[in-house]
């Protein structure tokens, strides 16, 4: 049986489904979850009140007891967050660029999900509790599968834009530059990640154009969500907060290369990354802010560096990457470590 890839299925349901995610290399696996219609969503414009988030998060992952279909492993249906800094503003950015993010938290139920596994669907999660929605999921995999067997998958990753804008020109970008090496050397900062908006004007499908993203730079922690309102596209390779019940880790990546085609000079590059003493302390750095941000809710003792500063293989770049591992305290849950693991802006 060919089945549909999950670009193929999420570009299918994109176009008639007013909510759907598509969560790309869950738990590190090559494996995709794809899911449709939340039965629920809340959302909150900060995060004043975080014991009243975690409840709420709580609530919507709740397993449906015994009932729940593929649960033996990985992600099989429950609650989906996006968390973004309320009023995002970099402190060398000027007020002009202020951009305000509402809601800074989208809580979403998706009990039943589709998975790929292996090069296979299934549908897994509460699909005794909601048979319609599994059957919908179950329809939009059939129809892509018959479409296969008749080799008639259209492909429409057409490039359809028409503008492109930066919104900051070289010149203000230059003076962000050297407002921030002043406040470095000042001692107001020690890292600065000086992003900017890009101002993009097309009708290309969003799916579509995160399967070319996905496709040009694999990464085992990309994702997809599309509402009404808005969608996001992530394709990050670097994990800020991993959990599983009360352990917690991190996998910070701070040191860049690009790879090579000629092998010789991938490899000198790759070299280069190992042997720089500036990328290296750089790296240091940055494990030791995420050591010191887990210790406010971690147990005495239990932060273990389990790598540290290793360089990492990707399609297009190499990275120095390191992996810290704790046990939350009694009294903290997941997203009390993403709080203290957060960079207030």
């Known amino acids: 049986m060919l089945e549909p890839t999950p670009y193929e299925l999420l570009a299918e ?3 008639v489904e007013d909510y759907c995610v598509l ?7 090559k494996a995709w979850v794809l899911g449709i219609n939340p039965t629920e969503i809340r959302e909150f414009n900060g995060y004043d009140d975080v014991q009243s988030i975690a409840h709420n998060l709580k609530e919507l992952a709740m397993t449906y007891g015994d009932d729940m279909v593929g649960r033996e492993r990985g992600f099989w249906g429950g609650a989906v967050a996006l968390l973004a800094y309320p009023d995002v503003k970099c402190k060398t950015m000027s007020q002009k660029h202020k951009i305000s993010i509402k809601p800074a938290i989208h809580l979403a139920q998706y009990p039943v999900v ?4 292996k090069g296979k669907w299934d549908i897994v999660g509460a699909t005794k509790n909601f048979p319609v929605l599994t059957q919908k999921l179950e329809h939009y995999i059939n129809k892509l599968r018959k479409q296969k067997k008749m080799k008639s998958l259209g492909n429409a990753e057409k490039e359809s834009f028409t503008r492109t804008k930066l919104l900051v020109q070289a010149e203000e970008y230059q003076a962000w530059v050297q407002n ?5 050397k000042a001692g107001e900062l020690w890292q600065v990640n000086l992003a900017h908006p890009i101002y993009v004007q097309g009708n290309e499908n969003l799916a579509n154009l995160y399967k070319r993203v996905a496709t ?3 990464s085992p922690w990309g994702a ?3 509402t009404p309102d808005f969608a996001v596209l992530s394709n990050s390779p670097e994990i800020l907060l991993g959990s599983e019940g009360s352990k917690i880790w991190t996998k910070p990546i701070a040191g860049t290369r690009p790879r090579h085609t000629d092998s010789v000079q991938d490899k000198l590059l790759k070299q280069s990354l190992e ?18 941000d887990m210790g406010k809710i971690s147990q005495a003792g239990s932060i273990e560096l389990k790598l540290l500063a290793a360089v990492e293989e990707y399609q297009n770049v190499f990275h120095i990457v390191s992996v810290l591992r704790a046990e939350l305290t009694k009294d903290k849950t997941q997203l009390d470590a ?4 957060l960079i207030v802006c």
Do not use: C, Q
């Not at 993403?338 to 693991?341: E, I, K, Q, S, W």
């Open 13 to 15: 349901v994109f176009v």
């Open 23 to 29: 969560i790309d290399g869950w738990a590190g696996e």
């Open 114 to 117: 589709a998975r790929f596994v």
């Open 180 to 184: 921030a090496i002043a406040k470095i």
């Open 216 to 218: 040009h730079s694999p």
């Open 224 to 226: 997809f969500y599309s």
């Open 275 to 292: 042997k720089s003493y500036k990328d290296r302390a750089e790296h240091l750095m940055t494990v030791d802010l995420l050591r010191n």
């Open 338 to 341: 993403l709080n203290a693991v």
